[in-house]
């Protein structure tokens, strides 16, 4: 166990000492820095290679061992009424804290800066839509099993495993022993993978925050700061209304889990990705004592479903635009704003510069013409540096989400929660 421990230790160490490094070599050498980009993506690339077949395995493990499709039902419908709960409760929170912060006020917009910036936005969304509700929900349903798998859509290669599991626990006594058998051992393998690919972790870490800072420059920012300070003041707000939820629906002290994923925590924030440490978050949360059932299908489903930082960054995002234009929104046009933002913050996952375009939407809802759609350009200059703060709040509430609904399921092995979690 102590071997376990310094072992987990040093690579956090590792993790801390690559993102200092990374800071300070995009902060005095920003070309060097820019050029790093390609390291962080190899990186990721390499994860992300990995993670269709492990939430394969994992899901089709727990369905199976739930054994039937009501108790999956459940965990499932259970999973998104919490999801819209708690996204919706972001939502609103962002605009309170919009509201008394005004993190848009006394910003000078250069009306040809909107103008130059419209033409910049589109190539950052490389000219994509977010999905219709139709078209998300179809969306999901893959058009092959192998496509899924080959183009890394985490939905639908959930939706496939979720059907596999549940025909696996219908084949009863007959025939699953031997599949499921192949499968934990197809799970170990890619886990095994997993395990060399880590080792790669801090130069992932350090590359992309090399390539943040050296691309867009501290420097840079400084008329964003008040918009930043008020993201960031915001996402620390709302981990304590997350630590609540924890304590209250599950008996989980949201600071105990974070000393113990700590690992997982900076690898998210340093590559400002959270899909790369999707495979090891399951992992713990499954040793913390949540079900593998609940675990397999709550942490995908929430990776689209439960973006509690994202919700929270685009309320403010929307009140930040509206007061750099000099303008009001009344509470009929900032209610529209929420309603608009819970549906397309669902359909995020996978577009490109999707939080823009969920933006673009919103402001073109509201119908104020003051605001025009390209002023969403504004936020290109900082959108970036919020990465860290989105991927954190959205890791830490899908956590909070599995730990809650495994709870309501009685699927929590609480005694054993405490124990791991206690050891940290």
């Given at each position: 166990?102590?071997?376990?421990?310094?072992?987990?230790?040093?690579?956090?160490?590792?993790?801390?000492?690559?993102?200092?490094?990374?800071?300070?070599?995009?902060?005095?050498?920003?070309?060097?820095?820019?050029?790093l980009?390609?390291?962080?993506?190899?990186?990721?690339?390499?994860?992300?290679?990995?993670?269709?077949?492990?939430?394969?395995?994992?899901?089709?493990?727990?369905?199976?061992?739930?054994?039937?499709?009501?108790?999956?039902?459940?965990?499932?419908?259970?999973?998104?009424?919490?999801?819209?709960?708690?996204?919706?409760?972001?939502?609103?929170?962002?605009?309170?804290?919009?509201?008394?912060?005004?993190?848009?006020?006394?910003?000078?917009?250069?009306?040809?800066?909107?103008?130059?910036?419209?033409?910049?936005?589109?190539?950052?969304?490389?000219?994509?839509?977010?999905?219709?509700?139709?078209?998300?929900?179809?969306?999901?349903?893959?058009?092959?099993?192998?496509?899924?798998?080959?183009?890394?859509?985490?939905?639908?290669?959930?939706?496939?495993?979720?059907?596999?599991?549940?025909?696996?626990?219908?084949?009863?006594?007959?025939?699953?022993?031997?599949?499921?058998?192949?499968?934990?051992?197809?799970?170990?393998?890619?886990?095994t993978?997993?395990?060399?690919v880590?080792?790669?972790?801090?130069?992932?870490?350090?590359?992309?925050?090399?390539?943040?800072?050296?691309?867009?420059?501290?420097?840079?920012?400084?008329g964003?700061?008040?918009?930043?300070?008020?993201?960031?003041?915001?996402?620390?707000?709302?981990?304590?209304?997350?630590?609540?939820?924890?304590?209250?629906?599950?008996?989980?002290?949201?600071?105990?889990?974070?000393?113990?994923?700590?690992?997982?925590?900076?690898?998210?924030?340093?590559?400002?990705?959270?899909?790369?440490?999707?495979?090891?978050?399951?992992?713990?949360?499954?040793?913390?004592?949540?079900?593998?059932?609940t675990?397999?299908?709550?942490?995908?489903t929430?990776?689209?479903?439960?973006?509690?930082?994202?919700?929270?960054?685009?309320?403010?995002?929307?009140l930040f635009?509206?007061?750099?234009?000099?303008?009001?929104?009344?509470?009929?046009e900032?209610?529209?704003?929420?309603?608009?933002?819970?549906?397309?913050?669902?359909?995020?996952?996978?577009?490109?510069g999707?939080?823009?375009?969920?933006?673009?939407a919103?402001?073109?809802?509201?119908?104020?013409?003051?605001?025009?759609?390209?002023?969403v350009?504004?936020?290109?200059?900082?959108?970036?540096?919020?990465?860290?703060?989105?991927?954190?709040?959205?890791?830490?509430?899908?956590?909070?989400?599995?730990?809650?609904?495994?709870?309501?399921?009685?699927?929590?092995?609480?005694?054993?929660?405490?124990?791991?979690?206690?050891?940290?």
């Amino acid at each position: 166990m102590s071997g376990k421990r310094e072992k987990r230790s040093s690579l956090f160490l590792q993790l801390s000492a690559a993102i200092v490094l990374g800071v300070v070599v995009g902060w005095l050498w920003p070309a060097l820095g820019a050029d790093l980009k390609p390291v962080a993506d190899a990186f990721i690339k390499l994860i992300k290679m990995l993670i269709a077949p492990i939430v394969f395995c994992t899901v089709v493990l727990g369905v199976a061992s739930a054994g039937d499709l009501k108790s999956v039902g459940r965990i499932g419908v259970k999973a998104l009424v919490y999801f819209e709960a708690v996204t919706t409760f972001a939502l609103v929170f962002g605009l309170v804290i919009g509201n008394l912060a005004r993190p848009g006020s006394g910003f000078r917009v250069d009306p040809a800066a909107l103008a130059a910036g419209a033409d910049v936005l589109a190539q950052k969304t490389q000219h994509s839509q977010l999905p219709h509700a139709v078209e998300f929900l179809l969306g999901v349903i893959p058009a092959s099993v192998i496509g899924a798998f080959a183009e890394n859509a985490l939905l639908q290669v959930l939706f496939f495993s979720v059907l596999f599991g549940l025909a696996l626990a219908k084949l009863g006594e007959s025939g699953p022993p031997v599949v499921l058998d192949l499968v934990d051992q197809l799970s170990k393998l890619f886990f095994t993978i997993m395990g060399w690919v880590m080792r790669l972790a801090p130069l992932g870490a350090f590359g992309a925050m090399a390539f943040i800072i050296g691309q867009y420059g501290i420097s840079s920012l400084g008329g964003y700061a008040k918009l930043i300070a008020c993201c960031y003041l915001a996402a620390a707000l709302f981990l304590l209304v997350l630590a609540a939820i924890a304590k209250c629906g599950a008996g989980v002290s949201l600071w105990r889990f974070v000393v113990y994923a700590k690992d997982e925590l900076f690898l998210a924030l340093g590559t400002a990705s959270t899909e790369v440490v999707l495979p090891r978050i399951m992992v713990k949360l499954e040793e913390a004592g949540c079900s593998r059932a609940t675990t397999g299908l709550v942490v995908p489903t929430g990776y689209s479903f439960n973006l509690d930082g994202a919700t929270l960054y685009l309320s403010l995002c929307v009140l930040f635009l509206a007061q750099a234009l000099g303008v009001d929104l009344t509470l009929g046009e900032q209610i529209t704003a929420v309603l608009v933002l819970m549906l397309t913050s669902k359909g995020m996952a996978g577009v490109p510069g999707s939080s823009f375009l969920a933006l673009s939407a919103t402001v073109e809802a509201i119908g104020h013409g003051a605001i025009p759609v390209a002023a969403v350009a504004l936020l290109l200059g900082a959108d970036r540096i919020m990465d860290s703060m989105r991927v954190s709040v959205n890791l830490l509430g899908n956590c909070v989400a599995t730990f809650v609904v495994a709870n309501w399921e009685g699927q929590l092995d609480k005694e054993h929660m405490r124990s791991t979690l206690s050891r940290r």
